[in-house]
T-cell receptor, first 111, second 112 residues
Framework: EDKVVQSPLSLVVHEGDTVTLNCSYEVTNFRSLLWYKQEKKAPTFLFMLTSSGIEKKSGRLSSILDKKELSSILNITATQTGDSAIYLCAVDREYGNKLVFGAGTILRVKS | DTEVTQTPKHLVMGMTNKKSLKCEQHMGHRAMYWYKQKAKKPPELMFVYSYEKLSINESVPSRFSPECPNSSLLNLHLHALQPEDSALYLC???????????FGSGTQLSVL
């Protein structure tokens, strides 16, 4: 059975800290891994990773995929209170019909 | 326009009511999706439309009935729902099936 596991389930940090969120997966016919941020309602797209070892960056956020270890990390540097959200990892498959989502990591950044 | 718009934002309905959720996008996306999300859980796929044809139904009960009138619109018709159907219903679209999803803000549904 396909599965995506995220850790930690929740995390509380102070502004300015750096955090690393983890996502591991076991899926057949892997195609891509996606990260989403969900604040109140709509998940918003952060990154899509298809190639191993290539870091994607957007401001203070970055992510990298390790296909050998079947995992990905999402890094957030110099965290701000606006980074507080649920971070969802999802995996898409070749010939796939749906994303397999992890349970999410709840991040809370305290001022 | 890079938005997926859902209406209504909130809906309260009784178990005998019939209501519809609406979703609209004007990004030229050819795949549209309905997801259901319970509190503190990840989104669960319900339906996928690709080029206005239903391509996936994830064994969703018949009290949920999707409709795709054209490439920009997706509806979810609700009838005789149960209290356990209370959840956030998210619509999403992608350029083609299997590509990154753009989500709407969802409809928070409460069934009394």
């Amino acid at each position: 059975e396909d599965k995506v596991v995220q850790s930690p389930l929740s995390l509380v940090v102070h502004e300015g800290d750096t955090v690393t969120l983890n996502c591991s997966y076991e899926v057949t016919n892997f195609r891509s891994l996606l990260w989403y941020k969900q604040e109140k309602k709509a998940p918003t797209f952060l990154f899509m990773l298809t190639s191993s070892g290539i870091e994607k960056k957007s401001g203070r956020l970055s992510s990298i995929l390790d296909k050998k270890e079947l995992s990905s990390i999402l890094n957030i540097t110099a965290t701000q209170t606006g980074d507080s959200a649920i971070y969802l990892c999802a995996v898409d498959r070749e010939y796939g019909n749906k994303l397999v989502f992890g349970a999410g990591t709840i991040l809370r950044v305290k001022s | 326009d890079t938005e997926v718009t859902q209406t209504p934002k909130h809906l309260v309905m009784g178990m005998t009511n019939k209501k519809s959720l609406k979703c609209e996008q004007h990004m030229g996306h050819r795949a549209m999706y309905w997801y259901k999300q319970k509190a503190k859980k990840p989104p669960e796929l319900m339906f996928v439309y690709s080029y206005e044809k239903l391509s996936i139904n994830e064994s969703v009960p018949s009290r949920f009935s999707p409709e795709c009138p054209n490439s920009s619109l997706l509806n979810l018709h609700l009838h005789a729902l149960q209290p356990e159907d209370s959840a956030l219903y998210l619509c999403a679209s992608s350029l083609n099936r299997g590509e990154k999803l753009f989500f709407g803000s969802g409809t928070q549904l409460s069934v009394l």
